[in-house]
Protein backbone atom coordinates (compact mmCIF):
# COMPACT_ATOMS: atom_id res chain seq x y z
CA UNK A 1 0.00 0.00 0.00
CA UNK A 2 2.77 2.29 0.83
CA UNK A 3 4.04 2.11 -2.89
CA UNK A 4 0.66 2.95 -3.85
CA UNK A 5 0.96 6.18 -2.00
CA UNK A 6 4.37 6.63 -3.00
CA UNK A 7 3.89 6.53 -6.50
CA UNK A 8 0.56 8.83 -6.70
CA UNK A 9 3.18 11.79 -4.56
CA UNK A 10 5.69 11.23 -7.37
CA UNK A 11 3.86 11.89 -10.31
CA UNK A 12 2.03 14.66 -8.05
CA UNK A 13 5.39 16.15 -7.48
CA UNK A 14 6.69 15.81 -11.00
CA UNK A 15 3.79 17.14 -12.84
CA UNK A 16 3.70 20.64 -10.53
CA UNK A 17 7.46 20.97 -11.10
CA UNK A 18 7.14 20.77 -15.07
CA UNK A 19 4.34 23.54 -14.38
CA UNK A 20 5.78 26.24 -11.85
CA UNK A 21 7.71 27.77 -14.41
CA UNK A 22 5.27 28.87 -16.71
CA UNK A 23 3.04 29.74 -13.37
CA UNK A 24 5.39 31.88 -12.00
CA UNK A 25 6.06 33.58 -15.54
CA UNK A 26 2.88 34.06 -15.78
CA UNK A 27 2.20 35.50 -12.51
CA UNK A 28 5.47 37.62 -12.54
CA UNK A 29 3.95 39.08 -15.66
CA UNK A 30 1.05 39.90 -13.46
CA UNK A 31 2.38 41.76 -11.07
CA UNK A 32 4.97 43.82 -13.43
CA UNK A 33 1.53 44.65 -15.43
CA UNK A 34 0.33 46.14 -11.94
CA UNK A 35 0.56 50.42 -12.11
CA UNK A 36 3.43 51.86 -9.41
CA UNK A 37 0.90 54.23 -8.41
CA UNK A 38 -1.21 51.69 -7.12
CA UNK A 39 1.39 50.06 -5.35
CA UNK A 40 2.34 52.99 -3.45
CA UNK A 41 -1.43 53.77 -2.72
CA UNK A 42 -1.71 50.23 -1.59
CA UNK A 43 1.37 50.45 0.90
CA UNK A 44 -0.22 53.94 2.26
CA UNK A 45 -3.32 52.52 3.11
CA UNK A 46 -2.51 48.95 4.29
CA UNK A 47 -0.16 49.00 6.66
CA UNK A 48 0.73 44.76 7.03
CA UNK A 49 1.48 43.43 3.54
CA UNK A 50 -0.22 40.38 3.96
CA UNK A 51 -3.30 42.40 4.14
CA UNK A 52 -2.27 44.71 0.99
CA UNK A 53 -1.70 41.10 -0.79
CA UNK A 54 -4.91 39.63 -0.04
CA UNK A 55 -6.81 43.24 -0.64
CA UNK A 56 -5.05 44.96 -3.41
CA UNK A 57 -2.54 42.55 -5.40
CA UNK A 58 -4.37 39.16 -5.48
CA UNK A 59 -7.89 41.16 -6.91
CA UNK A 60 -5.42 42.63 -9.52
CA UNK A 61 -3.77 39.13 -10.41
CA UNK A 62 -7.26 37.41 -10.53
CA UNK A 63 -7.25 37.31 -14.40
CA UNK A 64 -4.36 35.50 -14.85
CA UNK A 65 -4.89 33.52 -11.87
CA UNK A 66 -8.05 32.56 -13.70
CA UNK A 67 -6.52 31.33 -16.68
CA UNK A 68 -3.77 29.23 -14.76
CA UNK A 69 -6.46 27.41 -13.27
CA UNK A 70 -8.17 26.14 -16.87
CA UNK A 71 -4.55 25.54 -17.85
CA UNK A 72 -3.35 23.72 -15.27
CA UNK A 73 -6.61 21.49 -14.57
CA UNK A 74 -5.74 20.50 -18.69
CA UNK A 75 -2.25 20.13 -17.84
CA UNK A 76 -3.94 17.63 -15.31
CA UNK A 77 -6.23 15.43 -18.07
CA UNK A 78 -3.87 15.19 -20.45
CA UNK A 79 0.12 16.50 -20.41
CA UNK A 80 0.39 13.73 -17.17
CA UNK A 81 1.02 10.81 -19.49
CA UNK A 82 4.48 11.50 -20.51
CA UNK A 83 5.43 11.65 -16.97
CA UNK A 84 3.47 8.51 -16.53
CA UNK A 85 4.56 6.43 -18.79
CA UNK A 86 8.40 7.12 -18.50
CA UNK A 87 7.76 6.83 -14.71
CA UNK A 88 5.30 4.45 -13.24
CA UNK A 89 4.11 3.02 -16.48
CA UNK A 90 0.94 2.90 -14.59
CA UNK A 91 1.99 0.71 -11.74
CA UNK A 92 1.61 -0.16 -9.27
CA UNK A 93 -1.13 -2.67 -10.61
CA UNK A 94 -2.61 -0.11 -12.52
CA UNK A 95 -3.06 2.69 -9.68
CA UNK A 96 -0.94 5.84 -11.07
CA UNK A 97 -3.25 4.78 -14.60
CA UNK A 98 -5.07 8.26 -15.81
CA UNK A 99 -7.81 7.98 -18.24
CA UNK A 100 -5.46 9.69 -20.98
CA UNK A 101 -2.86 7.13 -20.37
CA UNK A 102 -5.61 4.24 -20.60
CA UNK A 103 -6.44 5.76 -23.80
CA UNK A 104 -3.14 5.75 -25.13
CA UNK A 105 -2.72 2.28 -23.84
CA UNK A 106 -5.51 0.46 -25.60
CA UNK A 107 -4.94 2.34 -28.79
CA UNK A 108 -1.32 2.05 -29.23
CA UNK A 109 -0.12 -0.58 -27.51
CA UNK A 110 -3.74 -2.64 -27.93
CA UNK A 111 -4.79 -1.35 -30.90
CA UNK A 112 -8.19 -1.11 -29.80
CA UNK A 113 -8.30 2.58 -31.61
CA UNK A 114 -12.47 2.15 -31.35
CA UNK A 115 -12.12 2.10 -27.48
CA UNK A 116 -9.35 4.59 -27.32
CA UNK A 117 -11.16 6.96 -29.66
CA UNK A 118 -14.40 6.72 -27.84
CA UNK A 119 -12.42 7.46 -24.36
CA UNK A 120 -11.24 10.65 -26.44
CA UNK A 121 -14.09 11.98 -26.68
CA UNK A 122 -15.21 11.31 -23.05
CA UNK A 123 -12.04 13.19 -21.64
CA UNK A 124 -13.37 16.03 -24.33
CA UNK A 125 -16.66 16.43 -22.92
CA UNK A 126 -15.18 16.18 -19.25
CA UNK A 127 -12.73 19.19 -20.17
CA UNK A 128 -15.73 20.80 -21.80
CA UNK A 129 -17.96 21.02 -18.89
CA UNK A 130 -14.78 21.15 -16.17
CA UNK A 131 -14.37 24.51 -18.70
CA UNK A 132 -17.60 25.82 -19.14
CA UNK A 133 -18.23 25.67 -15.48
CA UNK A 134 -15.56 27.28 -14.40
CA UNK A 135 -16.22 30.45 -16.85
CA UNK A 136 -20.15 30.54 -15.67
CA UNK A 137 -19.17 30.45 -11.60
CA UNK A 138 -15.19 31.50 -11.27
CA UNK A 139 -15.04 34.08 -14.31
CA UNK A 140 -17.77 36.06 -12.47
CA UNK A 141 -15.94 37.01 -9.39
CA UNK A 142 -12.75 37.65 -12.28
CA UNK A 143 -12.99 41.50 -12.84
CA UNK A 144 -10.34 43.21 -15.89
CA UNK A 145 -8.85 46.33 -15.61
Not at 93 to 101: A, D, H, I, R
Not at 104 to 123: C, E, N, R, V
Amino acid sequence: MENVSDAYIYVIFAGCWKQISANFIFFLAGLQNIEKSVIEASSIDCKSSFRRFWTITFPLLMPTTFFLIIINITYAFFETLGIIDTTTIGAPSGETKTLVYKAYIDGFKGLDLGSAGAQSIIMLIIVLVITIFQFRFIEGKVHYN
